[in-house]
């Protein structure tokens, strides 16, 4: 099990945003995993990975192919209060899943 967060690198987050939308990503896709997966993936350790993401365009087809997979994901637009305009999509997070079908979505992306 694990989960795969794919971050923007086209808007300029800071490392503190950066961490922060990360962190807010993967809280609302677990919220959404159902009991059984949330809990096989939180005893296991949680694995995460965060990768890079080109823009918001690309975050969507992601989300997409996790629905498609039946995977739960999270989308994030941050608030506005500091360093993004209202609204702006930062990051999408995938899982928790398998490992297998989490690849299937975003294996062909780079390390943050």
Known sequence: MK????????????????A??????????????G?????EWKSGGQTKIVLKGSGEKQL?????????????????RDAGHTQLEPGTVTAL??????ERVVDRVTGDLELY
């Open 3 to 18: 989960q795969a967060i794919v971050a923007r690198t086209d808007v300029g987050m800071g490392t503190g945003k950066l």
């Open 20 to 33: 922060a939308q990360v962190a807010h990503a993967s809280l609302s896709a677990y919220e959404d995993a």
């Open 35 to 39: 009991e059984s997966a949330g809990t």
């Open 60 to 76: 969507r087809e992601l989300a997409d192919a996790a629905r498609r997979e039946g995977l739960p994901y999270a989308i994030v």
């Open 93 to 98: 997070a995938v899982g928790p899943g398998s």
